[in-house]
């Protein structure tokens, strides 16, 4: 997407014309045209900019599949270390996976419809990796490698009932409102993992929104009013 630069017409001399293709600065539709730098754009439609001096248009989007009227609620990324990688697809009661080509594929009818969930990856000595789901409802469930589903039931060793939950550091910690709580580190049991009145931190965040593991900032914290680190 080139753009050429005609300086005022005077008689006689000859026209003279620049020819840029780097639009570093991206994006500015908030000045007159005639005062962009020149690498400055008003207008940038379906352009890839992530090569500096190039231009190319957008890929685009590709239909995996239609999977009905249901809102999507839920999706999750599961790579087990010598298995197979999945995306995962929450929609209605369904927890469906896609391996990357064909269709989804059905593997449990029984969750609650509409509730958002959370999910994380997550090491299960004796097993490997697993994935826990949690719609803060609906107990906390395991996906096994062999897409076996179980119930990690409700009891003070089990996961607690969130949305917000993350692996970090061979453990899984999970938020709801302002109880931090963690499991024990690569357990074999994801039942009894935990101790909801021991292992737990009271931190002043409100409603949950987020955790987040950093490599230098330790585990960052998300609630409404406010955001913590561990």
């Known amino acids: 997407m080139p753009r050429y630069y005609n300086p005022p017409v005077i008689p006689d001399d000859q026209l003279l014309v620049s020819v840029t293709n780097d639009f570093t600065f991206g994006q500015n539709n908030r000045q007159r045209p005639a005062i962009l730098k020149p690498n400055e754009a008003k207008a940038l439609t379906n352009v890839d900019l992530s090569l500096p001096g190039s231009t190319a248009r957008r890929p685009g989007l590709t239909l995996v599949e239609d999977l009905g009227a249901n809102t999507i609620v839920a999706l ?111 357990p074999s049991d994801w039942s009894t993992a935990f101790d909801r009145t021991t292992n737990v931190f009271r931190i002043p965040v409100g409603p949950e929104r987020a955790l987040i593991g950093t490599r230098d900032l330790g585990l960052l914290i998300f609630g409404k009013h406010q955001v913590w680190s561990l």
């Open 76 to 186: 999750g990324n599961y790579d087990p270390q010598g298995g197979d990688a999945n995306l995962l697809a929450i929609e209605g009661t369904n927890l469906k996976r896609w391996t990357g080509s064909g269709s989804f594929v059905s593997v449990n009818t029984g969750l609650t419809s509409g509730l958002y969930a959370g999910m994380t990856q997550a090491f299960k000595t004796g097993t490997g990796d697993v994935m826990l789901i949690s719609n803060g409802t609906d107990n906390v469930k395991e996906l096994s490698q062999t897409y076996v589903f179980t119930d990690l039931g409700d009891t003070n060793t089990s996961p607690p009932l969130t949305t917000v939950l993350t692996t970090y550091r061979n453990r899984v910690w999970s938020l709801k409102s302002d109880l931090l709580s963690y499991s024990s580190a690569a």
